[in-house]
């Protein structure tokens, strides 16, 4: 079947009731297993608990659903599952936002539709599409996908105008088939760190054992100290700085929610224990074919032995014995992540409005304001931090 009568059978269909969200459950977990590269964000049951966490209806500010899915006839190849923020009301809107789910404080890593890899140049023609239904007042979109299929969409695909664009570059370890072999090839910085790390726990009489935790009744238990270790982790100086990301009740009830949900299987905490005391944490997720490391925490008083480069080595070869192609390590570029050779995946974030020329010049202004109210926030943010000080 040719390119284009196979995107002519297509059938799009907006889901705009959770009822409908609901319904889409048993073909969305059936598209899961098709995609290789999944990602734990892309899941159903995230979007759904994300959603129910997340979901804003309060005063002039409603978010709504815009799931848009893609059928060859009875099968869901795609979806695309995005909200639909109004300032004002549904019918007189000064102002709407439609972006993908996942506007959180950095929970949602890489907020990336779900699609078979012949679809995706159709997925982001949706894009498009939702622009055309605009008929009033200002609608900023936000686009994330991979780079290539971005930068290409938005310049063959001219009803929309990027007003910004951010990169997200995200690392793929790729393990082979035994860690000797795989370590051979690993950088001499990062062998010799390795060869410390070991070193330094034997002088000091520390016998590491590392443990692999997953699903609810074994992970919940242990989550106070997972987010006791983030915030210690949060909180130290010499390393690569990230706020305390489950310091928010309503973030840890995110995390807590997903082990509610079918997702907890997916779930695995992965463990370092010196002499029987855990010194080190992370969240990780068990995908279709590779495991994606989530956020960390680390005892600072064991920070010394570098635990968590012993931690991700220890989750290296735990993933190699049990036969897993690939590592996430993770959006975001620091050493922690290159030194270990993985793959660059990198991925665009865009934000647009429709291609007019008012709409063009007001989202221009409104931008300017906001960036002017961020950098005046940070300002006194830090002038606070410094009279504290």
């Known amino acids: 079947m040719s390119e284009s009568v196979r995107m002519s059978h297509l059938q799009k269909k907006i ?3 959770e009822a409908d969200f609901d319904a889409l459950a048993d073909a969305w977990r059936g598209l899961e297993v098709q995609v290789a590269d999944l990602l734990p964000f892309q899941t159903y049951d995230w979007n759904r608990v994300w959603w129910t966490s997340f979901a804003q209806r309060t005063g002039w500010r409603k978010d709504e659903l815009l799931i848009c899915a ?27 936002y ?13 907020r990336l539709p779900l699609c078979l890899p012949a679809y995706r140049e159709r997925v982001l023609q949706c894009w498009e599409e939702i622009s055309r239904e605009e008929l009033f007042g200002l609608t ?17 695909h001219h009803a929309l105008h990027a007003l ?36 330094s726990l034997k002088r000091d009489q520390l016998e590491p054992e590392f443990c692999v935790l997953q699903g609810r009744e074994q992970i919940l238990p242990l989550l106070p100290l997972f987010y006791q270790l983030h915030g210690m982790r949060a909180a130290a100086s010499d390393t690569v700085q990230h706020p305390d ?31 029987g005391k855990i010194v080190a944490l992370r969240l990780a997720f068990r995908m279709e074919q ?26 290296i070869q735990w993933a190699i014995r049990c036969g897993i192609p690939a590592i996430n390590l993770s959006v975001g570029e620091d050493v922690s ?53």
């Open 164 to 199: 910004t664009s951010r990169e997200i570059p995200n690392f793929v370890l790729h393990l082979g088939t035994d860690w000797d072999s795989f370590k051979s090839q690993l950088k001499r910085n990062i062998k010799e760190s390795l060869r410390r790390c070991y070193n």
């Open 245 to 275: 990301y489950f310091a928010a009740p309503r973030h840890r009830a995110l995390l807590e929610a997903l082990l509610d949900s079918p997702f907890a299987e997916r779930c695995l905490l992965l463990a370092l224990k010196l002499n």
């Open 337 to 389: 992540k290159t030194r270990w050779g993985p793959e660059q995946v990198d991925y665009l974030e865009f934000h647009c409005v429709k291609n007019t020329r008012w709409r063009r010049l007001i989202a221009e202004q409104i931008y300017s304001l906001k960036q002017w109210r961020k950098k005046r926030q940070n300002k006194l943010a830090l002038q606070s931090l410094t009279i504290t000080g």
């Open 15 to 17: 889901i705009r009731s």
């Open 98 to 110: 439609v972006r993908p789910f996942g506007a959180d404080p950095n929970l949602t890593e890489l």
């Open 70 to 96: 893609l059928f060859s006839g009875q099968d869901l190849v795609a979806v695309l599952p995005l909200t639909n923020a109004y300032v004002g009301t549904h019918h007189f809107h000064l102002y709407r």
């Open 290 to 315: 590779q495991v994606y490391l989530y956020y960390s925490g680390y005892d600072l008083n064991y920070g010394q032995y570098s635990v968590m480069t012993t931690l991700v080595a220890e989750t």
């Open 140 to 156: 900023e979109f936000q686009l994330v996908q991979d780079a290539h299929s971005a930068r290409h969409f938005l310049q063959t």
